[in-house]
């Protein structure tokens, strides 16, 4: 996820949150995806919806949350600039890896 849809993520009710999670499991496994994520103010909560889902060990890889702007620049590449948009946003997708074929390097 990332722009707009980043911080409406934590406006969403926890049953709705965990709704979405249910969806992204069930579109994830009929097309053969992975799911990673990489998460900021979101502080987390996306990966815990997920977790939560179904079939979560058949295809959710993991997360990491990069609060700070260092672990941002360090470990996603976000380049200098404001860390807190859309553009780091999406730089912070090929950082991390983002969604992947199960033919993914991850174990």
């Given at each position: 996820m990332?722009?707009?849809a980043c911080?409406?993520?934590g406006r969403?009710q926890?049953e709705?949150?965990n709704?979405?999670a ?6 994830a496994r009929r097309?053969?995806l ?16 997920l977790a939560a889902?179904d079939?979560?060990?058949?295809w959710?890889?993991?997360s ?9 620049h ?9 860390v ?6 999406r730089?912070?997708?090929p ?11 991850w174990?």
């Open positions: 990332t722009g707009p911080g409406y993520w969403v926890s709705d949150r709704q979405v249910d969806e992204i499991s069930e579109e097309r053969g992975t799911v990673a994520v990489a998460e900021s103010l979101t502080g987390g909560m996306v990966a815990t919806a889902a079939a979560a060990g058949e959710f890889r993991g990491l949350v990069a609060y700070s702007s260092e672990v941002k360090a470990v996603l590449d976000v380049p200098d600039g404001p807190v948009s859309a553009a780091a946003a730089a912070m997708r950082g991390f890896g983002g969604c992947s074929p199960r033919t993914s390097p174990p």
